[in-house]
């Protein structure tokens, strides 16, 4: 059993009720929460839960990606083609893929176990309780072989350095996280992290260069790295803009495919972690969008566009709001490379760009939205400008996260009327609610969550 928090049910007239809704995990896919009641959906659990696996499994890293296949015979060709899981038995086919998921992880660089500061791994314990201790993530469930392997080496790597880890930012040292993504073609896209303290680029330079030579030519050439990143960066996260991801070796981007689309990402660019995972939360939206072709989709916080493109045949337009540039910038790309031309791709903090793009679009066609913001949740401002925006019958909200910041947004999307929070337009009302387990072995998973007006 896993617990998901929702709202289950919120008459704008009354105090809202929260619940706690128990979900047994067999169901997570198909929860249907009633405007007032909460129910299971039981009945199509077999279809939605079989379509689930069975995406996971074709997916996943059980598959060999894409092998030549131009020595087989054109008959072997075509069932490739048409029935890819032609060569596993149904039992295998249905066969749920639980680990190695992630097609992105982040390392971090502290003292490990036995003390020495140059240990790759993850955090157990806290830095108030002053107990961290980094313990390497070899037996971990959900991340790949291949990440595990760039982070064994980037632990060498550092090991042989003359430079100290970064340990605590105002402690002095060099040496960061690496975050490690991987697609189902075998790309490997590493990004070192790397504190300058008071080095100028000059005696950064020699560091950058011996990082390269050890996974092009030394021991870290095993890993194969496809595109080899270095970030001077001084504060926790630093964009494409406030300090450039330098390429230092290989491919610029990496490419993924998902529900027969492809996506160009770049370094600083968003993507959800678990592909097949991803495919099964669209398809998922697409479901419960109901968009018209008349409709325009506004997509708020939209990454490289995946949901705004995936969705954009049964719409007339889509316009997507993105905060990081080069997300921006692979989104459009995206469009074109997989020849779609009704998107429309803006670059800003969606609490500065919805307010203003709203009131200039409210009468020209019927309005969707879909939100998914990170963790943080919705500015106050984007909330309240999709609340006083009439057009908007029905908003898809996707959180990763529905019982931290995102309860506020949805209160302030169902909540009565409130002139004071400039609240003016109808309250919505939460009407159907989909957990999708993008995270296997982990608490978390995406929940899609509908509001009607
Ligand atoms: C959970 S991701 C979702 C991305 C995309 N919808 C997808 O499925 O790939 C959240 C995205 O919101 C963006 N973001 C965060 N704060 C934002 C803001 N204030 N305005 C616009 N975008 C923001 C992040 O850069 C990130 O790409």
């Not at 039992?91 to 992105?104: I, T, W």
């Amino acid at each position: 059993m896993v617990t998901v928090r929702f709202l289950c049910q919120f008459l704008p007239q009354k105090i809202p009720i929260w619940t706690w809704y128990h979900v047994p995990r067999r169901f997570w896919s198909c929860v249907v929460i009633d405007k007032t009641i909460c129910q299971e959906n039981t009945g199509s659990s077999e279809d939605q839960s079989k379509s689930w696996i069975k995406t996971r499994k074709k997916k996943q890293h059980s598959l060999p990606p894409k092998p030549a296949n131009d020595h087989l015979p054109w008959e072997e060709r075509l069932a490739d083609a048409v029935t890819p899981l032609w060569r596993l038995s149904y039992e295998e086919q249905l066969q749920p893929v639980l680990g190695g998921y992630r097609n992105k992880s982040t390392f971090s660089v502290n003292r490990g176990i036995d003390g020495d500061p140059k240990t790759v791994g993850f955090y157990v314990g806290t830095g108030k309780g002053r107990n961290i201790v980094c313990v390497r993530s070899d037996h971990l469930l959900n991340m790949p072989e291949k990440h595990k392997e760039v982070a064994r080496f980037y632990e060498e790597f550092i090991r042989q350095s003359p430079l100290e880890p970064c340990i605590l930012f105002h402690e002095g040292g060099h040496w960061r996280e690496i975050t490690v993504r991987t697609n189902a073609v075998g790309s490997t896209m590493a990004i070192v992290y790397f504190h300058p303290q008071n080095l100028t680029e000059e005696e950064i330079q020699p560091h950058k260069e011996t990082l390269v030579e050890f996974f092009t030519h030394g021991p870290g050439a095993a890993c194969q790295l496809t595109s080899l990143y270095f970030q001077e960066s001084s504060m926790t996260r630093c964009t494409n803009e406030q300090s450039p991801y330098q390429l230092l070796y290989g491919e610029p981007y990496i490419f993924e495919e998902l529900l027969g689309l492809r996506f160009r990402i770049s370094a600083d660019a968003f993507f959800q972690v678990n592909t097949s995972g991803a495919e099964v939360l669209y398809r998922t939206v697409g479901e419960l969008s109901k968009a018209d072709r008349s409709s325009i989709l506004i997509d708020v916080c939209c990454g490289t566009g995946a949901i705004g493109l995936s969705l954009s045949k049964g719409v007339e337009q889509v316009i997507g709001i993105e905060l990081i540039e080069q997300a921006v910038q692979d989104a459009a790309h995206n469009a074109s490379l997989n020849g779609i031309s009704n998107c429309d791709f803006r670059s800003g903090k969606a609490e500065v760009v919805l307010p203003q793009l709203l009131p200039s679009l409210d009468s020209a066609a019927p309005l969707f939205a879909i939100v998914n913001p990170s963790r943080a949740g919705l500015h106050y401002r984007v909330t309240r400008a999709i609340r006083n925006c009439t057009s908007i019958r029905r908003l898809i909200y996707i959180s990763c996260k529905p019982d931290g910041e995102a309860m506020r947004n949805f209160a302030e999307l169902c909540c009565p009327p409130d002139r004071q929070k400039k609240l003016l337009g109808d309250p919505f009302v939460p009407a159907v609610a989909i957990p999708v387990d993008m995270f296997p072995h982990t608490a978390h998973c995406e929940l899609v969550l509908v509001f009607e007006r």
